[in-house]
């Protein structure tokens, strides 16, 4: 069409295929070389990056495990040594201890001895009953100055309880704000109430005379055996040992501690009823004993003058006191 021959046009088309068909099975390999070599480079940085992840994983899940055994270790110790000092199981000196008084005993057995001949002489003066005298001066020098150092004790556990939550509180803020451990104690020892205060006072002095804070702490259970406290000293101790943030774990045993306040209010309005029942029940014979005094005081003597109704009289004591006690555990929940 342009005077150039068809057979010309198609010879050189074919001319170019061939050259470049040529030129890429020359070049073919190289290029495929480069690419497989990228795809190979590629697949060593994401097998890196994905070792890199296992390993930080790894060692995030091996820092975790340890920290767990260290807090299990922890806690298996505390509770060995909480079983083997358990403050519950002291004796009278102690407990007068833990009720605030000095611990004196020799205090303590000269009112015991006291209040015997006290109870002995108005209970002979009023029955004129050698065994009834005699029964009195057994409860007057052995039962009644232990339940009164058990019901001072009681008082004081109950104001502990009261102010223990408030002083967590303080702590945590305090710690939260960036102050040190003794400083948010010093705090309490200082403006807390009784007798949280004495009892942090006494943290501080222990602190003082060399002893570590986590030790220290961890005698607060001793002279308050309760179970708060107990919890008080393990955070402590397990943030000391393991590491964490003490703050937060402080904040949880803050909620803890309102939360086990609220059940135990629960608790004691539900069984105000089965207690004013049991108050009813264990004063009706006592009641019922005055007023037949009231009204026929001879009938009622013989219990006291004629050696059976002693003994009838013995008898019902012990039985009432067997029933009180029992109804008294039937409406004491411990949790």
Same mark, same amino acid.
């Given at each position: 069409m342009?005077? =150039?021959?068809? $057979?010309i046009l198609?010879?050189? #088309?074919? %001319? /170019?295929?061939? +050259?470049?068909? @040529?030129?890429?099975?020359?070049?073919?390999?190289?290029?495929?070389?480069?690419?497989?070599?990228?795809?190979?480079?590629?697949s =060593?940085?994401? $097998?890196?990056?994905?070792?890199? #992840?296992? %390993? /930080?994983?790894? +060692?995030?899940? @091996?820092?975790?495990?340890?920290?767990?055994q260290?807090?299990?270790?922890?806690?298996?110790?505390?509770?060995?040594?909480?079983?083997a000092?358990?403050?519950?199981?002291?004796g009278?000196?102690?407990?007068?201890?833990? +009720?605030?008084?000095?611990?004196?005993?020799?205090?303590?057995t000269?009112?015991?001895?006291?209040?015997?001949?006290?109870?002995?002489?108005?209970?002979?003066?009023?029955?004129?009953?050698?065994?009834?005298?005699?029964?009195?001066?057994?409860?007057g020098?052995?039962?009644?100055?232990?339940?009164?150092?058990?019901r001072?004790r009681?008082?004081?556990?109950?104001?502990?309880?009261?102010e223990?939550p408030?002083?967590?509180?303080?702590?945590?803020?305090?710690?939260?704000?960036?102050?040190?451990?003794?400083?948010?104690?010093?705090?309490?020892?200082?403006?807390?109430?009784?007798?949280?205060?004495?009892?942090?006072?006494?943290?501080?002095?222990?602190q003082k005379?060399?002893?570590?804070?986590?030790?220290?702490?961890q005698?607060?259970?001793?002279n308050?055996?309760?179970?708060?406290?107990?919890?008080?000293?393990?955070?402590i101790?397990?943030?000391?040992?393991?590491?964490?943030n003490?703050?937060?774990?402080?904040?949880?045993?803050?909620?803890?501690?309102?939360?086990?306040?609220?059940?135990k209010?629960?608790?004691?309005?539900?069984?105000?009823?089965?207690k004013?029942?049991?108050?009813?029940?264990?004063?009706?014979?006592?009641?019922?004993?005055?007023?037949i005094?009231?009204?026929?005081?001879?009938?009622?003597?013989l219990?006291?003058?004629?050696?059976?109704?002693?003994?009838i009289?013995?008898?019902?004591?012990?039985?009432?006191?067997?029933?009180v006690m029992?109804?008294k555990?039937?409406?004491?929940?411990?949790?």
């Amino acid at each position: 069409m342009f005077g =150039i021959d068809t $057979n010309i046009l198609l010879l050189t #088309a074919l %001319m /170019a295929m061939a +050259a470049g068909a @040529a030129i890429w099975a020359i070049f073919f390999n190289k290029i495929s070389n480069e690419r497989n070599q990228e795809r190979r480079v590629k697949s =060593i940085r994401r $097998n890196e990056g994905d070792r890199s #992840a296992r %390993m /930080a994983a790894e +060692a995030r899940v @091996a820092d975790a495990q340890k920290r767990r055994q260290s807090t299990q270790a922890s806690l298996k110790e505390l509770e060995e040594q909480t079983k083997a000092k358990n403050p519950n199981k002291k004796g009278i000196k102690d407990q007068m201890r833990q +009720a605030g008084m000095d611990g004196n005993m020799k205090k303590f057995t000269m009112f015991s001895i006291i209040t015997a001949l006290v109870t002995s002489v108005l209970a002979f003066v009023a029955s004129g009953n050698v065994f009834v005298a005699g029964a009195m001066l057994f409860i007057g020098g052995f039962g009644l100055p232990r339940w009164f150092v058990g019901r001072q004790r009681k008082k004081r556990m109950d104001a502990f309880l009261e102010e223990f939550p408030n002083a967590v509180d303080v702590i945590t803020r305090g710690i939260k704000a960036g102050l040190p451990l003794n400083d948010t104690i010093g705090i309490i020892a200082t403006e807390a109430k009784e007798p949280v205060r004495s009892e942090f006072r006494k943290i501080l002095e222990t602190q003082k005379m060399g002893v570590p804070m986590t030790e220290a702490i961890q005698k607060l259970y001793k002279n308050v055996p309760l179970t708060e406290a107990n919890f008080f000293g393990i955070v402590i101790a397990i943030q000391q040992s393991a590491g964490g943030n003490l703050s937060e774990a402080l904040g949880n045993l803050s909620k803890v501690l309102r939360d086990r306040k609220m059940m135990k209010a629960k608790i004691q309005s539900m069984s105000a009823e089965a207690k004013a029942s049991a108050g009813i029940i264990g004063s009706l014979p006592p009641a019922v004993m005055i007023l037949i005094y009231l009204s026929t005081p001879d009938y009622i003597m013989l219990l006291f003058t004629e050696t059976t109704g002693n003994l009838i009289l013995i008898g019902a004591v012990f039985w009432m006191s067997v029933g009180v006690m029992v109804m008294k555990q039937m409406i004491n929940f411990d949790f």
